[in-house]
């Protein structure tokens, strides 16, 4: 396998709704990202593009549709979809098109449009649910969230004050984001009054719907060296997917990131990722799962974790900040471009480039992170330099 | 294993059905960056405008933000007039749920400038229609425009 | 060194820009419906429960009593054939208390808010667990660990479906 490194990247704002198409606002963020390195068109081999479900956007066959706006016109391309894992599982599913020895250089691109959905993007998953022995329930996406993090908190005595401790760090985070539209600070006393949807969780638990675009340049090791003296290198990567029986699976630990990150770290390299990585963007659609994947990325002992957040272990200047970008809580959540968006943090971060972001300590090894499907599924990517 | 037996319609084995409402959900599509002010045009001043890339000599219709072939941001908004050429079309007999059409309709794929347009025809008559016949887009009127394709009401021949 | 350009685009429009007409839009719905095949394992379970009792499928490999009930084991990746009754009792793994609809609108003022929770049923597997309703408790009083018994529509009202158990209620 070939060394891949990042070399370039992009963002659009991420807005509620936004004025651009899906095609658009993908133009937006691709062609800012092949701006960033230097990069025209012509120079791109290939194309990984990701979108989460196609009922967002309202288009079937998403993937073509976008296709364009992504530069895959005339290009081999090809499109990754694992639920909210999208975002990260693109920059996998980039890194085997150059890793292989296929092609010397892939844009990355994520878009969702959410706001498309009508009348709310929640109702779009109902169909998520086993139609024969759920469905009939009639359940709302909320409710797995719900018992997921109930069960999380119960097994280690966390309260909800707790975890509106990740949605605070995180919201402060996201405060400088230039992709980010909120910059008014979130109190614990904000979550904890915001009003309840399915206890435990509140609306400031939650990550804001989102419309957005993301988009990283992937090379070959010797054409990164030629376009950069700064290369982010993709060290490992790991994903794995656990069965759909969610209500299977005990929901307090989540295995399938278990599994999912000790691989990416063995093809690092890293055998004790507590001290090794410097910064960590867990996927963070609500507070608790920040926190939850902490432990899944390893990065934080099971059930120690609300105390480390306490003591500003994850803070900006912490040992381990903690979504540095603002994560989804922070900056917005257009599914698969968030995902998109952590590893962009990482490259820029570990570039020295976060601007006020910036984490300090001259960070060298990064971990991201994405999660979807019925709860079950887990992408990671190890970036350093 | 060999499929057991063939069911031609799902509701003839042991099925769960949730009820047509059960899923009541739809989308809304803005126009964007470029289809907002192509839908404008059209609404105001019952113009088709496409974009043009000068390095491609392409020009796209309707208007795009950018150029798909070299990602260039497109600034150069070409009015294109209502006049096109029939690229291809057909008649349409039977409805999206496959039952036979009261008015079977005609579809064309219309070229204008670079772009092709799939939209109704009118005013013909079908045993006259041919591919490459150059045709016009009937607009309705003014006041019954609102920024959407239908503001077109069909093309006819010209 | 100056920060550089990384964000670009991302209009923002509010709901009063579409409304007012300013911002054209269209509007569409798939407008049509689905019929699921309930297939071989899951027929067995429905027909069962239309009888007031819940079936599960036991895998010989690793001995995982499975609800709801399927005909391979996912984790060892054989056939199952084994099929056993197991109670209608279970405790509850998880719940949540929600206040809003699918299209995530709130419930009415007075509406009781749904009650969803993971129970693991009695007899299968420990942490075999299915999503259910929970009812005859007040929100304040359910705990994580509770036990829960099934409660059934009348015989005659069942029609072999998750939902011929009502909800499941504190023991």
Redesign the interface.
């Known amino acids: 396998m070939r060394k891949v490194a990042i070399v370039g990247?992009?963002?659009?704002?991420?807005?509620?709704?936004?004025?651009?198409?899906p095609?658009?606002?993908s133009?937006?963020?691709?062609?800012?990202a092949?701006?960033?390195c230097g990069l025209?068109?012509?120079d791109i081999d290939c194309v990984a593009h990701g979108s989460a479900p196609d009922?967002f956007?309202?288009i079937h066959q998403k993937g073509e549709y976008l296709a364009?706006?992504c530069?895959g016109?005339?290009k081999p391309t090809m499109r990754v979809f694992v639920g909210g894992a999208t975002g990260v599982h693109a920059i996998i599913h980039g890194w085997h098109h150059v890793a292989s020895g296929m092609f010397d250089t892939c844009l990355v691109v994520c878009e969702e449009k959410m706001?498309?959905?009508?009348?709310?993007a929640?109702?779009?998953f109902?169909?998520i649910?086993?139609?024969?022995?759920?469905?009939?329930?009639?359940?709302?996406?909320?409710?797995i969230f719900?018992?997921?993090m109930?069960?999380y908190m119960?097994r280690y005595g966390y309260t909800k004050e707790d975890m509106a401790l990740a949605a605070v760090n995180n919201k402060r985070n996201g405060q400088l984001h230039?992709?980010s539209?909120f910059k008014d600070e979130v109190t614990v006393e904000d979550v904890l009054n915001s009003?309840?949807?399915?206890?435990?969780?509140s609306r400031l638990d939650v990550s804001p719907v989102s419309?957005?675009?993301a988009a990283v340049v992937l090379a070959a090791e010797p054409v990164a060296r030629r376009l950069t003296d700064k290369p982010v290198w993709i060290e490992g990567v790991g994903w794995t997917l656990d069965?759909a029986?969610w209500?299977?699976?005990?929901?307090y630990y989540p295995r399938y990131l278990d599994k999912a990150a000790r691989m990416a770290y063995e093809m690092a390299g890293i055998r004790e990722p507590a001290k090794q990585i410097n910064i960590a963007e867990p996927y963070d659609p609500f507070d608790y799962k920040a926190l939850h994947h902490m432990e899944g990325l390893q990065l934080s002992p099971r059930g120690k974790t609300v105390e480390l957040l306490r003591d500003g272990h994850f803070a900006r200047d912490g040992n381990l900040p903690m979504c540095p970008s603002g994560g989804l809580l922070g900056v917005g959540n257009p599914i698969a471009a968030a995902g998109t968006m952590k590893v962009?943090e990482l490259f820029?971060q570990l570039r020295?480039?976060a601007?006020e972001r910036q984490v300090p300590g001259n960070p060298r090894l990064g971990v991201a992170q994405a999660w979807g499907d019925l709860m079950q599924v887990s992408s990671v990517v190890v970036a350093g330099i | 294993m060999a499929i057991p037996e063939r069911i031609h319609r799902n509701i003839d084995t042991r099925y769960w059905n949730p009820g047509a409402e059960y899923f009541p959900v739809k989308n809304r599509y803005t126009a964007g960056v470029a289809g907002q002010r192509f839908f404008e045009e059209l609404k105001e001043n019952g113009k088709l405008f496409g974009t043009k890339c000068s390095k491609c000599s392409v020009t796209f219709v309707p208007a795009r933000l950018f150029c798909e072939r070299c990602f260039a941001r497109l600034e150069e908004w070409v009015d294109v007039g209502l006049e096109g050429v029939l690229y291809s079309f057909t008649h349409v007999y039977r409805t999206k749920s496959d039952e036979e059409k009261e008015n079977p309709s005609i579809v064309g794929a219309v070229r204008i400038a670079d772009g092709l347009l799939m939209h109704h025809l009118g005013e013909c008559n079908e045993k006259d229609l041919y591919i490459g016949m150059p045709v016009k887009a009937e607009l309705k009127p003014v006041g019954e425009r609102e920024g959407k394709i239908t503001d077109i009401a069909y093309f006819k021949p010209l | 060194m100056a920060e550089k350009v990384i964000v670009s685009g991302g209009t923002p429009l509010s709901e009063d820009d579409i409304r007012s007409g300013k911002i054209f839009f269209t509007e569409d719905s798939l407008d049509c419906a689905y019929a699921w095949d309930t297939g071989v394992a899951i027929n067995r379970y429905l027909a069962e429960l239309k009888k007031g009792k819940i079936i599960a499928t036991e895998c010989r490999k690793c001995s995982r009593i499975m609800l709801p009930p399927r005909l391979f084991c996912e984790l060892c990746f054989v056939p199952v054939d084994k099929w056993l009754y197991v109670q209608d009792t279970g405790i509850v793994n998880t719940f949540s208390i929600c206040h809003v609809h699918w299209d995530a609108t709130r419930i009415k003022e007075g509406e009781k808010p749904h009650l969803p929770a993971v129970i693991e049923i009695d007899g299968a597997s420990k942490g075999m667990g299915i999503m259910h309703l929970l009812g005859e408790v007040e929100p304040e009083d359910i705990k994580i660990g509770m036990k829960v018994k099934a409660v059934w529509k009348p015989e005659e009202e069942r029609e072999g479906s998750i939902t011929d158990i009502i909800y499941f209620k504190p023991l």
């Open positions: 990247a992009g963002l659009t704002k991420f807005v509620r709704r936004a004025l651009e198409t095609k658009e606002l133009f937006e963020a691709t062609s800012t092949l701006d960033s025209k068109l012509e009922a956007d309202g364009d706006g530069g016109w005339n706001s498309s959905a009508m009348p709310h929640q109702g779009f109902l169909t649910f086993d139609a024969i022995t759920e469905r009939a329930l009639h359940p709302n996406l909320l409710w719900a018992l997921e109930n069960r119960s230039p992709s539209q009003e309840i949807m399915a206890y435990p969780v419309d957005g675009a069965t029986y209500g299977t699976r005990d929901l962009a820029w020295g480039e601007g």
